[in-house]
């Protein structure tokens, strides 16, 4: 059993009575209020001046075990040089100065002067940020200019300008408006990205003139001297001239293990420091920096997978491809006589006819208005999320994380709100001659750690004792404890109890569990004998337990409920205590919160197990994150995670939607997805229902983008296939209505509407399923028109013989009238019974076709709200409307002039449409339910 002496209550009104089992020791109290206690007055904190970013609080002195070493300076990449420097004196003129400029060692206490700084600006010895930027203005406008499909609808539109198509190159505004508007967000997203990047850009603390001063990582120049503490991403190759820390290179490297780095030792950019405190001198900048030199690959970053980019960049290539092989084909059909070329299949059409229609067959197949719309949705998402204090670092993020059905947070700077208060103290035999309080204030004094557990500490403890300090092994989230070994103290260990005590931890562990199910985590302050490398040797004796109680934050339970009712199940990991972070979970309302797993020591396999079995999880080192995230995403899962910390970095790797924290470390902000600028955990229903909305928006209105591709594809597939299909049924000037009524302006409206709906399924098979039925029945009315229309395998003569006297003269003169919007028909060439029959055909199919793409708009906007209502009912209208005033700009007859056979074919076309669509997409269920009737009856005549 555990040796108990004394218990001392810190705060007798903030914690239960139960919690204090009370064992005196008139001994310990005597030794105690004998003992002197020193007080050592703080330092003033220096301010950063300049152009520097103000920090309320810097690092104080360092207090280092041993001396600064001289590590000698590598003169191989920066050569000594002679610079003109250009400084402001005080009368506000410049000066020049010529400074022989070479590497210099600065004194650890002061660092580079301004004239130092000056001339390695001067000599370009200063660094880039590796990370990439925010596009640049001209990125963003030539991006949006020059895709292959804008290029391609701009060289058709080139091609009938040349034939005096004016009238066919109405789709150019089309595109130059989604262009403009594409332009327009992208450059509100990246200002809204710039402000809050300055917010969130990486910093380096470094020595100048004596000064401590916080500079943007870009600013660094070779000798400066960089203070490196916990959480910091490094930033330049350098060598630590005093201290030593733990650092992490799995950036580089891909491995997880800290790496204790001393002076002498190399410290990479890219790495981050996981405990520990040390001076550093810059020693490579820019492009000598190593991470320059690795491949992308090395960094193991990889960006999210975007099932929408995915799926676009497939339609891209398909369609692509499709183009540039039916495109001439059809042209070749149309136009081969007049290149010579004999047989049934080559067509003689003039020149200009030739061109009409193979343009609107590439324009009825280009989907360019899908990629920018998608662009200005997701862009617009930027911008609202950057009103909400969100900063995005990856566009395409927000697709992942509207995709996510499991969310795992870290407990701390999450559920809690990143405050902690020390509670009491559980004291035990304490064979020091220093008090409990004064061993923990030296800890803090010598360790230097800050972090949410050290600032409680320091705000209970304070900083008044400060001793002779032999040997410090920084606290990491692998170990999970510090030591510190003091000249009369001895070896004081502080962290988690059973990591301290190991096989002894069953002398204390009741107590540890009942305080822990109230809650409260759980600190041991424990004496060794002597330090072993990064381990203690001998009897380890604990000395008091630290009680300290996390505040969950007040909206916390209104969040993970919202996550609750939208499908998202989540699960806490944590590095606590399992039990401890059971009841914060089971306070902030976590669904199975009881369900609570210790992976302290557990094997891999059975990590892996315990993933999907357990939402609590506790004692979880950094690999076990990763490992945790990486389990749940092979199960087919989409996972987001949260932390704020450098033992969250290999996690929020590994998901697929990774937020960081903007209070945590910096090295967690650079490798997140998601920044929450203001650290507020209940943002996140914000920024979900807004991937929601922009993904569930994308996804309906690709449909009416894609009907269009695939009905346009698959009709100058069958034209270049069936040798009765003379020339492709639309072109350019007849797909207005549908580019501008249909598509154009309901998609752009609708993809900004709001939209919380969980997404489900595949982007590409959601969207074919709702498109496909669509397009299908209007190439099976372009089919069966072809064909009634036909005047040899069809009725066409009889169209034209039973249509009145005087129509015939009417349409001719009216087809004649409007030439050039006729131009699919050659006029010269063709009597005019052809003449008509030609364009009652193409009417019937123009018409069918608008009508159908109309009804695809009802499906998409359904269900019906106010918008959606007044939209489809303005957009019909209008297109009812244009039909029956101006029918000749768009290439076709008045319908009420087309005969009875004619008119009773279009009836039947726009009646037999929808049902036949909502046939077509019930198509799959019906064989579902026909085949499990027939297995039903089967079964039933079986069993008789």
Not at 14 to 37: F, G, P, Q, Y
Not at 458 to 464: D, Q, R, S, V, Y
Not at 787 to 809: F, N, R, T
């Amino acid at each position: 059993m555990a040796r108990k002496k004394k218990e001392v209550v810190i705060d007798e009104n903030s914690i239960d009575e139960s919690v204090i089992e009370s064992v005196e020791t008139e001994e310990i109290e005597k030794k105690h209020e004998e003992k002197e206690v020193e007080k050592v007055e703080e330092k003033p904190v220096q301010k950063a001046e300049g152009n520097t970013l103000e920090k309320e609080k810097l690092v104080d002195d360092l207090t280092i075990e041993g001396k600064p070493i001289d590590v000698p300076i590598d003169e191989s990449f920066y050569k000594p040089t002679t610079v003109d420097v250009k400084q402001i004196v005080e009368d506000g003129t410049y000066k020049i100065t010529q400074v022989d400029l070479k590497r210099k060692k600065a004194d650890l206490d002061f660092g580079l002067d301004s004239l130092d700084v000056l001339a390695r600006e001067t000599a370009h010895w200063n660094n880039v940020n590796d990370k990439k930027g925010s596009r640049t203005v001209s990125g963003i406008v030539l991006s949006k200019i020059f895709t292959i499909f804008n290029l391609l609808c701009f060289g058709v539109a080139a091609w009938l300008i040349s034939v005096g198509a004016f009238t066919k190159c109405f789709f150019v505004i089309i595109v130059t408006a989604n262009i403009i508007i594409g332009i327009v967000q992208d450059l509100r997203a990246k200002a809204m990205i710039d402000k809050l990047s300055i917010l969130s850009a990486p910093t380096v603390l470094v020595l100048r003139d004596g000064e401590q001063q916080e500079i943007e990582v870009k600013n660094i120049v070779i000798d400066d001297i960089m203070i490196l503490t916990n959480g910091k991403q490094i930033c330049s190759d350098s060598v630590v001239i005093e201290g030593f820390i733990e650092v992490n290179e799995s950036l580089l490297t891909g491995e997880s293990d800290p790496i204790v780095k001393k002076p002498g030792d190399i410290l990479y950019s890219g790495s981050f420091v996981v405990s520990g405190i040390c001076k550093a001198r810059v020693e490579k900048v820019g492009e000598e920096n190593y991470i320059q030199k690795l491949t992308k690959q090395a960094r193991k970053y990889e960006k999210p997978k975007s099932e929408i980019m995915r799926s676009l960049n497939v339609i891209i290539r398909t369609v692509g491809v499709l183009i540039f092989i039916l495109g001439p084909i059809y042209f070749l059909k149309c136009y081969g006589k007049k290149f010579g070329l004999d047989g049934a299949w080559f067509g003689s059409s003039e020149y200009s006819e030739a061109v009409t229609t193979t343009a609107g067959a590439i324009i009825g197949m280009i989907p360019s208005g899908l990629f920018l719309l998608t662009s200005i949705a997701l862009a617009t998402s930027v911008v609202k999320l950057a009103h909400n204090k969100t900063l995005v670092q990856e566009l395409y993020c927000i697709e992942m994380l509207a995709r996510v059905n499991v969310l795992c947070l870290d407990k701390t700077g999450t559920i809690t709100d990143g405050t902690m208060t020390v509670k009491g103290l559980i004291e035990y035999k304490n064979e020091t001659a220093y008090s409990t309080k004064q061993l923990i204030s030296a800890v803090l004094n010598a360790q230097k750690d800050d972090n949410l557990t050290s600032r409680a500490l320091e705000e209970k403890f304070g900083l008044g004792k400060k001793l002779a300090t032999k040997k410090i092994v920084p606290f990491s989230s692998s170990r999970k404890y510090s030591i510190t070994e003091f000249d009369k103290a001895g070896c004081i260990m502080l962290g988690a109890p059973e990591f301290i005590l190991k096989e002894k931890y069953s002398q204390i562990e009741s107590d540890v569990n009942r305080n822990a199910k109230l809650g409260y985590r759980v600190l041991l302050i424990a004496k060794g004998e002597k330090i072993k490398g990064d381990e203690i040797t001998g009897e380890v004796v604990p000395i008091a337990l630290i009680l300290i109680e996390d505040t969950i934050r007040p909206d916390a339970a209104d969040t993970i409920k919202y996550f609750k009712d939208n499908g998202v199940s989540v699960k806490v990991i944590s590095g606590d205590n399992p039990i401890t972070v059971s009841k914060v979970s089971e306070r902030a309302g976590i669904e199975g919160a009881d369900r609570y797993v210790s992976l302290d020591g557990m094997a891999d396999k059975d990590v892996i197990k315990a993933a999907t079995k357990y939402n609590v999880f506790g004692r979880v080192s950094p690999a076990q994150k990763k490992l945790l995230i990486k389990t749940l995403k092979t199960e087919g899962n989409t996972v987001a995670m949260t932390g704020d910390g450098v033992n969250d970095i290999l996690a929020l790797k590994e998901a697929d939607c990774s937020i960081a924290m903007a209070s945590g470390s910096e090295a967690a902000r650079n490798v997140s997805h998601l920044v929450l600028m203001d650290s507020n955990f209940s943002s996140l229903p914000k920024v979900v229902s807004e991937g929601r909305r922009v993904i569930n928006n994308i996804q309906r209105v690709s449909t009416l983008f894609l009907t269009k591709t695939i009905f346009s594809t698959l009709l100058l597939l069958f034209v270049v296939i069936f040798p009765f299909m003379t020339t492709y049924p639309l072109d350019p000037g007849q797909l207005y209505m549908i580019d501008f009524l249909v598509v154009g302006i309901p998609s752009f409206f609708l993809a900004l509407e709001v939209n919380r709906n969980r997404i489900e399924g595949s982007f590409i098979k959601n969207v074919l399923r709702t498109a496909l039925p669509g397009a299908l029945v209007i190439v099976a009315f372009a089919l069966l028109t072809y064909w009634v229309c036909d005047p040899v395998y069809g009725w066409g003569d009889e169209i034209v013989q039973i249509l009145k006297p005087a129509d015939i003269p009417y349409l001719t003169e009216y087809i004649t009238k409007y030439k050039s919007s006729f131009n699919y028909i050659n006029v010269s060439d063709l009597s005019a019974n052809e003449m008509i029959i030609k364009a009652i055909r193409t009417t019937l199919i123009v018409i069918s076709t608008t009508f159908t793409c109309f009804l695809v708009l009802f499906r998409v906007c359904k269900p019906f709200n106010y918008l959606r209502g007044i939209l489809w009912t303005i957009a019909i209208t209008v297109a009812f409307f244009c039909i029956c005033s101006i029918p000749w700009f768009f290439g076709i007859l008045p319908f009420w002039k087309m005969g009875i056979i004619g008119s009773l074919l279009l009836i039947i076309l726009l009646v037999a449409s929808y049902p036949l669509m909502i046939m077509l997409s019930e198509t799959k269920r019906w064989f579902k339910d026909r085949i499990k009737n027939l297995s039903d009856w089967m079964g039933h005549i079986e069993e008789n």
